[in-house]
């Protein structure tokens, strides 16, 4: 049996952690990260991934006893990002048909259905600092909670979207959003505004298009070492009056 790697998982928000797993070739296997965008970290002989804090592409790969390997791509993406991988995995898309826009849709050529993902406004509602460690050494952890409003258009020449349009929320509602937002910590709301018909009405080749809004809530945090504890590590002596 060939050696391949066990995991559904394709887009993580950084610093997010999953388990990889694999099966077929000889064991013991041994895993890397052959490509390293975000900075992440896995361990080599458990498959235990952590993403990183950056945005970009990683490549998984397993290497088993006999020196046969296997690759995985994980995305470490925004939360708007990984609305787009929700969209297209449990929408059953393929790869181009979402895509991420600002100002600017692409009006689709064939009869496939497209969806595009915007945030058109992101209102930070709530912030906290905690510091955190020891006497000698402190953290300070930052966070801030962010409601974002969402707009969606669901988009074709010919049909599709017309008849399709009710797949993309049921997309973002399906048990595989649920996974994705319990292990990445953020939440899209269940109830949205109605479907805007923004359809053209001329043409040989109708192009259909559909909006609709939802919101979109997460938090994003920051952790750095105050310089300023650091003066409390010797304290100066204090000299009083007699």
């Not at 993406?77 to 991988?85: G, H, I, R, Y």
Request: some cysteine; charged content about 10%; proline content about 6%.
């Amino acid at each position: 049996m060939s050696l391949s790697i066990l995991q559904t998982v394709h887009a993580l928000r950084p610093g997010t952690q999953i388990p990889f797993g694999a099966t077929g070739g000889s064991t013991p296997y041994t895993w890397s990260i052959s490509t390293n965008n975000s900075g992440g970290v896995i361990n080599s002989s458990t498959g235990e991934y952590t993403a990183g804090p950056d945005i970009g592409v990683d490549i998984i790969t397993v290497t088993d006893n006999v020196a046969a390997t296997a690759n995985f791509t994980i995305q470490v993406c925004t939360p708007l990002m990984l609305v787009c991988d929700i969209i297209q995995t449990a929408a059953g898309l393929s790869q181009g048909q979402v895509w991420l826009w600002d100002q600017k849709i692409n009006i689709p050529i064939d009869s496939q259905l497209y969806v595009a993902v915007a945030a058109i406004a992101s209102k930070p509602f709530g912030s906290t600092t905690a510091y955190v460690g020891t006497e000698d050494s402190f953290q300070a952890v930052q966070s801030i909670n962010v409601l974002d409003t969402v707009s969606i258009d669901i988009l074709s020449r010919g049909p599709a979207a017309r008849d399709n349009k009710e797949l993309i929320l049921l997309a973002l509602h399906s048990p595989y959003a649920e996974s994705q937002m319990e292990l990445n910590s953020f939440f899209v709301a269940p109830l949205s505004t109605n479907f805007v018909n923004l359809s053209e009405i001329d043409g040989s080749a109708i192009p259909y298009r559909y909006n609709i809004s939802v919101s979109l809530q997460y938090f994003v945090t920051n952790v750095s070492n105050p310089p300023y504890y650091d003066t409390f590590t010797n304290p100066p002596t204090v000299v009083t009056e007699a």
